[in-house]
């Protein structure tokens, strides 16, 4: 991981990819880690939030500027991103608890169900950084059944060398009863949308403009939406 300091906070980096955002005050990163802050602030239909994959905490900054108050549970194998994250947010970043554990591990050990789900792992791979294998396999099903029944799933799809869009975005979107895909004007990344109450895709669209528009995110206008069932 290499970490660049910038005006406003530092940047983690991982194979030229942006793990995270992390600022010293709350407001837009005007990157990804926006789209999926308002993916939360204007889908989630309660406050439990998890995060899978918490590197430097890159959605806090957003998430909280979009008035989004509750405690986030959030899970990383390597600890060294939390503590970045705690000495330049810590002030005012409300109730983070991470645990260092196995993603798929924690969210298997049960509990209360989540309003929420975040799944923004990934790995170094050749020469880039990619999805974990289990992002495709066992963890979307998981991921669904963690769920509270009007919960909403949000994942951050990576491309990979030689695998088509359809490959990486249909096992992520399988278990939900609805899914829509988030394209990004400036990133490869992809994000997808699952769960079995979603409004209909327009109305979702409108709901996660707002809340990019609501912190000043350039991202507001550099996203669509496509249904993928």
């Not at 991981?1 to 995270?20: F, K």
């Not at 991470?98 to 050749?126: C, K, N, Y």
């Not at 396999?137 to 909403?152: E, Q, S, T």
């Not at 899914?179 to 109450?197: Q, S, T």
Request: with cysteine.
């Amino acid at each position: 991981m290499r970490i660049v300091r910038t005006r406003r906070g530092l940047r983690l980096l991982e194979n030229d990819v942006i793990l995270s955002e992390v600022l010293a005050q709350p407001g837009p990163t005007h990157c990804l880690f926006d789209v999926l802050a308002a993916c939360v602030a204007a889908l989630a239909p309660g406050p439990r939030l998890a995060l899978l994959g918490f590197a430097g905490g890159g959605v806090v900054a957003p998430l909280r500027a979009m008035g989004f108050r509750h405690p986030i549970e959030a899970v990383d194998l390597d600890p060294s991103g939390e503590a970045l994250f705690r000495g330049i947010s810590g002030a005012w970043a409300g109730d983070v608890r991470v645990a260092r554990a196995d993603a798929l591990q924690w969210l298997a050990r049960g509990g209360e169900p989540f309003d929420l789900i975040v799944e923004d792992l990934s790995v170094p791979g050749p020469g880039t950084t990619v999805k974990p294998k289990a992002s495709f396999d066992a963890l979307p099903a998981l991921v669904r059944g963690r769920l509270a029944p009007r919960g909403v799933a949000v994942t951050n799809v990576l491309p990979e060398p030689g695998a088509s869009w359809d490959a990486l975005l249909d096992p992520v979107a399988r278990p939900h009863a609805r899914a829509v895909a988030v394209e990004l004007d400036e990133y490869e990344n992809r994000i997808v949308i699952g769960g079995a109450a979603l409004p209909e895709t327009a109305g979702l669209a409108r709901r996660v403009r707002r809340a990019l528009d609501a912190i000043g995110s350039v991202q507001a206008r550099r996203i669509s939406f496509r249904n993928r069932h």
